[in-house]
């Protein structure tokens, strides 16, 4: 074959430095389409959502782009650019770690559904009980310590 074919579907959750709820609607829908540029950087943003401590991010990334990197480069220009354009959240930050589990094509409307949904699914369940929820669905191991 003399081409490469990929889509690497990804549905990514993240969460802001100790969970505190500092994505606010002041600041969400700029920071989400921040991040989308961002995610556009190394594929295709197909969506972002969250709660006021966490981001989730369902995207489709170039196979010249690890994961990790696009990861990286997302929450250290994010964070940067929070400080810069709201300076009443100077302290903002990520936490260090993220979940990546990838999903097929034929289940990425459920996924964006999902997304589309935070605010009300978290009034039922918070965001540490929801991510031990993906670890277990995706067969993850992990040690409660760093959760």
């Not at 003399?2 to 500092?22: A, E, G, V």
């Not at 589990?101 to 918070?126: A, D, G, M, W």
């Amino acid at each position: 074959m003399s081409q490469s074919f990929t889509n690497l579907l990804y549905h990514i959750i993240f969460s802001t430095k100790d969970r505190r709820p500092l994505i606010t609607s002041v600041y969400e829908p700029r920071l989400y389409e921040y991040i989308g540029g961002i995610i556009n950087g190394g594929g295709i943003s197909l969506g972002i959502n969250g709660a006021d401590d966490h981001v989730h991010v369902v995207a489709k990334l170039r196979p010249d782009r690890a994961l990790s990197d696009v990861l990286r480069d997302l929450k250290c220009n994010a964070s940067g650019w929070m400080h810069d354009v709201f300076l009443e959240v100077r302290d903002f930050s990520w936490q260090r770690g993220y979940g990546a589990f990838t999903v097929s094509q034929s289940h990425v409307e459920e996924v964006r559904r999902y997304l589309q949904r935070q605010k009300e699914h978290h009034q039922r369940i918070s965001f540490r009980d929801e991510f031990v929820q993906f670890l277990k669905a995706n067969g993850i191991e992990y040690d409660e310590r760093y959760l």
